[in-house]
């Protein structure tokens, strides 16, 4: 606060010592300056007709300045105002004369009595009018209780409630209407005296109900679960109260002064009294915001309701200046309303009126506009009339407890990026992450609207206002078009792949090496970013027309550029193209298990020019289409899975196949591996005999992606078997066989130790057969990786 007076006070200073400048300036430049004394002495003949022209002397100067003339026109306007102001103040004592000649004019001069009469035959003919509508409402009550006994459930079903009430409503209102027109047309002519008292006074009276029906549909003081407003109850029951007397009030008292006015009463009692009502409206408003203030500081500043929040000073500021504010401009525009009535005779109410009640209008324009983006967002709960609304609450008032008595469930709490672990949760759509933007843009454009409304109200015609309201209302239009289509397409696109994932039963995290993917979810993917950039690209296109722009030699310059673009990324064309016609030739799916480009993975993202595969063991590969040359699905149709089993080779063949057989017929009765099967599991015999067993093989179809599952139950019941058996399952070893002669001369006739010349000869034996030993192993272990 302190920077803002010193701020202020160095501007005021500043324009203060410009202003004695331009003085002292202007009249420096008035005064007559020697030619002779110039540098350059001009001619005699030139300097002679100088010399003749007059100089303008300082008061003749500011007689013709605008501030002047600005002066003047002040004071004429305050004489003026002076002058009216005393006329219409001396007409005080002539209202009762007046008033009483006025209203003995409108009797045509047959006393009070006849007055009296007319006014009963009028509330006799209201009275008729409520009675049918009173007969009318006993038939809808029985409905009326059932549109307001329950709580709604949801917002939507408390709009459709107060349409129904608000249709029921009106319908009586007609009924009244009807009454009273009929019977008026049936038995009072139109030159009774009672013609023109109702012409004046029917219409207000229905202006009246109709009022009375809206304020009750938006408000409900009677009932709280049926309003709309976010007030609570004495904040709905001030503003309906309020705004019923400003109506009913306004409405009467205007006809009831033009009425006498067209029946003698003189133009100053007329403007006096009128500007009496101006008063009385102006303390009805200030009055509601009085009784509101409280609310409204928390709406405004949004103060907080814990102890441990602290607002900031410009907050403490605002909040105490608010109100002195809106009395100010209110007292203001009461100011201006009475001028013109006094000093022009003219009549500024609605202009006035209007002005006011935009900002209203305003909020509630931009609360209908919240709730809606709600609704497409899919908040719907924080709609739900049955929660209850913290701000109109005091602060000592436990919110969960009273929450848990009316049995309503509070506002979730907004949904985070992260799961409670810490990872990744569910991300929310586009549209609910940038929903503070587009509100605040909304209600920009609700200001800027009510704004150009006000101006063009009081006789300000602003063709650029009028220009910028219409470009943003035509881009508003057309970013709402092209968001109700989206939301179409990718609801139905979204559907179509729910479907798809349901009937395939695709579980990407549990393959191994991938299941078989859908060519519809895959094509449904790259539908729904097609549409996002088409719809991106009409909606700038037709948001820079709206603003004026000629979209011609964009789009022609946009062909010539992309003709250029296509020169200079050749590889990017060709990695695009290649892609469509991998895409058209069915060769992977999103989920499919591929080999391509010396890399093994599984789908998982296609975009426009490149494929994402993942690794079984995490890693994930970017590869462009253009590099992908041949592609090697494992994901398609079936799978045919080859085991194999070493064996001793004294083992029966005949009996393991047998028991091969039984476990086929086991696997295919099994819960879940039976439906993983397409064909009986098969021994195929021995494939091979090697130097120490013989190899069998059994064979296996699955789809794809179940092999494994299906493979590992058969290692263990295969083990199991032949456990039960007694086969017995090969393992490498070398047999080494000596000859009988060098295992004789290892031992002495006497049984004494001498050195033999033998016994190298049985080390290097010995040496020799384990090194053939292990090179028969190395062998055969190279031969079973080069069969795998």
Known sequence: MKKFNQTLTITVFLLFFTSLLGIAFGAETNETVPIDDAAEKPSTALVQDLKKIPTADAETLFKESYFHRFIERGKDNLSTIGQRLTSVISKYAEIPAEVTQALNNLNGGKGYGHFVKIILLFMLLLGIGFGAERLFNIFIKKHKQQLQSTIPDSFLQLIARLSAR??????????????????????????????ELAMIYLPPILIIRLAFILLSTLYSPAAPHMRVAPQNCMSAATYFMGFM????????????LLLLRSHGLSEGVFLLLYAHLGLFQFFILLAILWMDRARITRLVMKTPTDAESQSTPSGNIIQRLWFPLACAGLLGFELLWQVNLILYQKDLV?????????????????????????????????????????????????????????????????????????????????????????RNLMGILIFCALFFWVMNLWGLDLPLGRSVVQSAASIFATLLLAYVVWEICRTIIDRKLEEDRAQSGLDMEDMEEGGEGSRKGTLLTLLRKVIVALIGVIVILISLNAVGINIGPLLAGAGILGLAVG????????????????????????????????????VEHISLRSLRLRHPRGMVYTIPFGDMGSVQNFS?????????????????????RKIIKKI???LQKDEETGSLLLSKIKSQGVREMDDSAMILRIKFKTKPGDQFVVRREVYRRVQERFRQEGIEFAHRNVTVYLPPEVTGATNGDDGEDYADPGQTLDKKLLGAGAGDAAAAVSQAMEADQKLK
Do not use: C, W
Request: aromatic content about 8%; charged content about 20%.
């Open 350 to 438: 609605l202009p006035l009126l209007l002005t006011i009640l935009s900002i209203p209008f305003g909020l509630l324009l931009f609360s209908i506009g919240n709730r809606l983006l709600l609704i497409a967002s899919g908040h719907t709960e924080l709609l739900d009339p049955r929660i209850v609304n913290q701000d109109i609450l005091p602060k000592d008032v436990d919110i969960a407890a009273l929450s848990a008595r009316a049995n309503v469930a509070l506002p979730p709490e907004p949904v985070s990026a992260l799961s409670t672990d810490g990872s990744p949760g569910q991300e929310e759509p586009l549209f609910v992450r940038n929903l503070p933007l587009i």
């Open 664 to 666: 086929s017929k086991e």
């Open 567 to 602: 020169f200079g990324s050749q590889t990017l064309v060709k990695d695009i193209l290649s892609g469509v016609f991998f895409l058209m030739d069915d060769a992977f799916r999103v989920g499919d298990y591929i080999e391509t480009a010396g890399t093994k993975g599984m």
């Open 166 to 195: 608000t249709v029921l409503e009106l319908i009586s209102l007609a009924v009244f209407a009807l009454t009273i027109v009929g019977i008026y047309v049936l038995f009072y002519p139109a030159q009774s005296p009672l013609h």
């Open 245 to 256: 007397t400003f109506i009913t009030v306004s409405l009467f008292v205007s006809k009831t």
């Open 636 to 656: 398609r149709d079936y799978i045919i899975t080859k085991v194999d089993v070493r064996v001793r080779y004294d083992a029966d063949i005949e009996k393991i």
